[in-house]
């Protein structure tokens, strides 16, 4: 889900739709300053190793900036897998050849593995979205955010066949300082977005479109949903925007790591 500020919850009504298209050149110059002040990645940005563990920890900043440089854009998937839409999406993602990022529950990773395994075999990454999407996690003690993350990285490896998630992305952007060191502890870089495409409002494809149009500028990683509700217009939204965002020159990566 996107924003907290909506008071929205995994379980709240869900409507969807995704992507824009014009993107205005502007947005290359952003996305280099996010690059380098967002997502610094110095030794003091890191978490320390976790004892005992062979588990490579990451920067604790939140990334925003995209692994194929200035003209690169992020795709992200959230709250699924669901087993009507994720294959809609990955359908969508194969034929134009975008690799995405999917950010999932961990509940419905562990009700769909074949799903989990898909998305992996497609090439695409895996994100801890924890496991009750509770945008008020920051609220919340500190035992109950390790609780959440920890709970959702277990369920998901288990069900992607032993593939753990890379990245950590708190419900609603609800990140503390604890959640970002431990999540980056376990190798998962915490992930923000700098694109909300509404498509949990529904609002139709055209309006999706105008949104990632008008907000593109403000950074390569560009948020969508793959469950909580009708999702179609976000999969048609990303059929009539890849090839579109390709043809202008940009390419498609994943957040930085």
Not at 12 to 39: I, M, P, R, Y
Not at 92 to 117: I, N, S, W
Not at 212 to 224: A, C, D, K, S, Y
Request: hydrophobic share 35%; net charge neutral; with cysteine.
């Amino acid at each position: 889900m996107a924003r907290r500020s909506n008071g929205r919850g995994w379980n709240s009504k869900l409507v969807g739709a995704a992507l824009g298209v014009t993107l205005l050149a502007t947005g290359a110059s952003v996305w280099t300053a996010q690059a380098g002040e967002a997502d610094g990645s110095s030794p003091e940005a890191t978490a320390p190793a976790t004892p005992g563990s062979d588990v490579r920890p990451t920067a604790v900043t939140i990334a925003h900036a995209s692994d194929a440089g200035t003209r690169g854009i992020n795709i992200t998937i959230d709250d699924g897998p669901d087993p009507e839409w994720t294959p809609q999406v990955l359908d969508v993602l194969r034929e134009y050849e975008v690799k995405a990022t999917f950010c999932m529950v961990g509940p419905q990773a562990q009700a769909h593995p074949d799903l989990v395994k898909k998305v992996v075999a497609a090439g695409h990454r895996l994100c801890d979205h924890s496991v009750s999407h509770d945008t008020a996690m920051d609220k919340k003690s500190e035992a109950y955010q390790s609780q959440q993350i920890l709970d959702a990285e277990r369920m998901i490896t288990k069900a992607s066949g032993g593939v753990r998630p890379m990245y950590y992305r708190a419900p609603g952007g609800a990140f503390t300082p604890y959640s970002r060191k431990l999540a980056a502890s376990r190798g998962m870089r915490p992930l923000g977005w700098n694109v909300d495409s509404k498509d949990f409002e529904r609002p139709g494809t055209d309006t999706i479109v105008a949104t990632v149009e008008r907000e593109l500028p403000n950074g390569p990683t560009i948020l969508f949903h793959d469950a909580g509700g009708d999702r179609a217009q976000t999969v048609e939204a990303l059929r009539r925007a890849l090839p579109r965002l390709k043809e202008q020159g940009y390419s498609f990566g994943f957040p930085v790591r």
